[in-house]
């Protein structure tokens, strides 16, 4: 399987400049990129590999920078090495993240003009939510308790790849990208609490407040989209 990747890889570095499907009058690139991601650092010890989503756009300046937009969607599960730890209950944990964030691409020139390769930056706000839901295990009449806690932040989102062209209008993209998320506090809020607690009593820290395991958020990301050019 190497081989044939590394052969691949050789031919459309090695190839003619016939370019089939290249046009150097497109200005925009405007895709969907799906895959998995995983959590890295502290944040793994509490969450699991995922789904990664996002929409892409870009505007190329030239034939070799470009300019864009990215929303995306990742999902992680819980690591039942933190969250099943205690048989008395079933926990149900959701992390999401939300990026929206600014990019700059620069393509590398290949031989084949319908391979792309690029290494691009993204910049912007990531919309952090991390719901719990624990339901007793230990009782005839379990009453479920749920919560969530939210913040955002400011991060960055490097990555390298490569664009090749399919037809006229198309391309596939191939994406390995980085999320670092920095700056979290020590505790978050608990929200959405349930069931509901009388607002005159007075809650405990630990009743209140979700204390965080990380105070930042990295992940690798490995996604494959389809791009209309134009």
């Known amino acids: 399987m190497k081989i044939l990747l590394l052969a691949f890889l050789t031919l459309l570095l090695t190839s003619s400049i016939s370019a089939q499907y ?3 009058e497109d200005r ?5 990129n799906g895959g998995v991601v995983k959590p890295l650092g502290d944040f793994a010890d509490e969450s699991k590999p995922g789904m990664d989503l996002n929409l892409n756009a870009k505007m190329l300046l030239n034939p070799r920078i470009g300019v864009g937009f990215s929303l995306g969607f990742m999902n992680f599960g819980q690591n039942d090495d933190l969250w099943a730890g205690d048989t008395r209950v079933k926990n149900d944990v959701k992390y999401q993240i939300i990026p929206i964030v600014f990019t700059g691409t620069y393509f590398i020139q290949a031989y084949d003009l319908d391979f792309r390769p690029y290494a691009s930056i993204g910049f912007g706000y990531f919309l952090y939510r991390n719901h719990v839901e624990s339901t007793p295990t230990n009782t005839y009449t379990p009453i479920r308790s749920e919560y969530s806690v939210s913040t955002s932040k400011l991060g960055l989102m490097p990555s390298v ?3 090749y062209n399919i037809s006229k209008t198309l391309a596939v993209d191939v994406n390995l990208k980085y999320t670092y998320i920095p700056n979290f ?3 978050l ?3 959405k609490s349930k069931p509901a607690v009388d607002p005159d009593i007075e809650l405990t820290d630990l009743q209140k407040y979700r204390y965080l ?6 992940s690798a990301s490995l996604t494959v989209g389809l791009y209309y050019r134009f």
């Not at 925009?28 to 969907?32: D, K, S, Y």
């Not at 395991?213 to 990295?218: A, P, Q, S």
């Open 22 to 24: 290249y046009n150097k």
């Open 161 to 163: 790849g490569f664009m």
């Open 28 to 32: 925009f690139i405007v895709g969907l």
């Open 189 to 191: 809020e608990k929200k």
């Open 185 to 187: 506090e020590e505790k």
């Open 213 to 218: 395991g990380f105070d930042k958020i990295t």
